[in-house]
């Protein structure tokens, strides 16, 4: 269709386009129509038929065109070459085909299965298949590539779980040179602290941190990090929880590598005078989840080998549950602070898989309120992917136990949390969080799997304060969303999941945030080939 104006502007020419002279003469003037009538006119039409557009495309997203509500629908139904809108040309057996159940049959390989889409166009182009058997090859190449898609999946998940799961050979090292330079050398062998500086291990004008772990280099990159970003380093105290058989080394290494004007303190489990006495909760309650996980688990191998139609990322849930540290005790003795330091008002405990980047001692600031854990939420925030968590996300709902508990109750995270022990001992906590261990042990865990987070959610339920994001970044483990700027902009960021900065699994990008903090020049850091990547 053409449009032609003359040039006194009193005649319109609309053609319709087909090569046929007829047209159409609309006469312009002061008496039939003025130019601006015209023109809204025209501007009217055009507006008119976007809408039509735009109402016609809402309806086909929509997909139920036995009801019109719009002219668009409308259109769509009593005209659509008049639309200028062509209806679906893709035959209805295509759609069957691929929405039937897949059987038994499909899932074994075949050999005559297109293995690229260069193999399957090629098939196509050479046996001119009608619509049905196109749809067939597709479906069973789609069913092909999903099986190897999975397959790989739950390797990648495996080997993960494997890499997170295993000592390092350098960290192996490390321990080993360390133990024997504390046999050998009177240096590596100090008390720590000093005679002089044990009374401040109880003075609360101090500032307490907590650090449980059986591993000297991440808790070497603790340590420094804290101190070196502390505006009055002389007034910080770490207090350093280990097992019996890292006690030497992790004594000769701050030994050796001194914090001072810090106040550091290592300390094995078995010199605490009140894990020495009698029965332990939490020594009975590892035993009991070790014996039940080892039955009803079955090893890493027998998870992957017996789920051929589990999620991978369900395959990846049972095999995190494997992993050592949720039977170790250094993740369980939070759960005793108030015993093991008991002339302490207020303590910040750390896990080892965390870098400090700035002063911690504003965290004493914070009013607490009455409550007796300080942590950060874990429901909101920009990451949608890290910061969703609630008890849903950790609990079984379908367990009657479970189900007084609010599901959209926003969780909060284990890492860096305040602990204020004058409110704690006033409370039946550590007795709650037994309670819960032992009730999940005899359900087979089926309240939940995995972790010494779900058991704590429930204990410190109503006697957590919310702190800001700023204090801790989590999930620099088992993500790489997190970007360098970002990450450095916070105080304290979290290596949580398997991809800790010790492991050749730890992403690239993120990894120099930890490793600033080791001096790779050290003999003992040379000496087992501790490298920057």
């Known amino acids: 269709m053409q449009l032609h104006v003359s040039p006194s502007l009193r005649h319109v020419t609309v053609f319709p386009g087909k090569g046929v002279r007829e047209f159409i003469k609309v006469r312009i003037g ?3 129509v003025s130019y601006r009538m015209l023109f809204y006119s025209l501007l009217f039409f055009t507006f008119l038929l976007r809408f039509i557009f735009v109402f016609s495309t809402v309806d086909t997203i929509d997909g139920d065109l036995s009801k019109c509500s719009t002219i668009g629908c409308l259109g769509k139904r009593t005209g659509p070459r008049i639309l200028g809108r062509m209806e679906s040309n893709v035959p209805e057996v295509i759609y069957q085909i691929l929405d039937e159940t897949i059987s038994e049959e499909e899932v074994e390989p075949k050999s005559d299965i297109p293995q690229t889409l260069h193999d399957f166009m090629a098939d196509i182009k050479q046996t001119t298949p009608d619509a049905k058997a196109f749809a067939l090859k597709l479906r069973q190449m789609v069913l092909l590539l999903e099986q190897r898609t999975r397959k790989a999946k739950i390797q990648e998940y495996l080997y993960r779980h494997v890499a997170s799961s295993s000592i390092p050979k350098h960290l192996h090292c490390l321990a080993l040179k360390l133990a024997n330079e504390h046999s050998n050398n009177a240096a590596a062998r100090l008390q720590l602290p000093s005679a002089d500086l044990v009374p401040t291990l109880v003075d609360n004008s101090y500032f307490h941190f907590v650090l449980a772990s059986d591993n000297v280099l991440a808790a070497s990159v603790v340590a420094k990090s804290l101190i070196k970003n502390a505006l009055r380093p002389q007034k910080f105290v770490l207090h350093i929880i280990t097992d019996r058989k890292t006690y030497a080394p992790m004594q000769a290494w701050f030994s050796l590598h001194p914090l001072a004007p810090a106040v550091i303190e290592v300390k ?6 009140w894990l020495s006495k009698g029965k332990v909760p ?6 009991k ?12 191998s027998a998870i992957v080998a017996k789920n051929n139609t ?3 990322q369900v395959i990846a849930a049972k095999l995190q549950a494997l992993s050592p540290k949720y039977n170790s005790l250094m993740n369980h003795i939070r759960i005793h602070l108030p015993e093991l330091f008991p002339s302490l008002n207020k303590v910040v405990f750390l896990d080892d898989d965390i870098v400090i980047q700035t002063d911690l001692s504003a965290l004493w600031d914070i009013d607490m309120n009455g409550k007796v854990n300080g942590a950060v939420e874990t429901c909101r925030g920009e990451d949608s992917f890290v910061m969703s968590k609630r008890f849903k996300s950790y609990l079984n709902f379908s367990h009657p136990l479970i189900a007084n508990f609010d599901p959209n109750e926003c969780a909060w995270a284990y890492g860096m949390n305040i602990f204020d022990l004058e409110a704690w001992r006033k409370t039946n906590i550590t007795l709650t969080y037994y309670h819960w261990l032992e009730q999940n042990l005899k359900s087979d865990l089926s309240l939940w799997q995995l972790g010494t987070l779900p058991p704590g959610l429930i204990a410190f339920h109503g006697q957590v304060h919310v702190i800001d994001p700023f204090w801790h970044m989590l999930g620099l483990g088992y993500q790489d969303n997190t970007t360098l700027s970002d990450a450095e902009t916070v105080g304290v960021i979290h290596f949580n999941g398997r991809a800790k900065p010790w492991l050749d699994i730890a992403f690239p990008q993120l990894r120099p945030l930890w490793a600033k903090y080791i001096d790779f020049s050290d003999k003992f ?4 080939h501790i490298r920057v990547s």
């Open 289 to 300: 989840d070790q014996r039940v996980r080892s039955k009803f688990r079955g090893g890493s």
């Open 30 to 32: 002061s008496r039939w």
């Open 525 to 528: 850091i040379k000496g087992c």
């Open 282 to 287: 939490v020594l009975e309650a590892m035993e």
């Open 268 to 273: 094995a489990l078995h010199q605490f005078d």
């Open 310 to 312: 589990e999620k991978p």
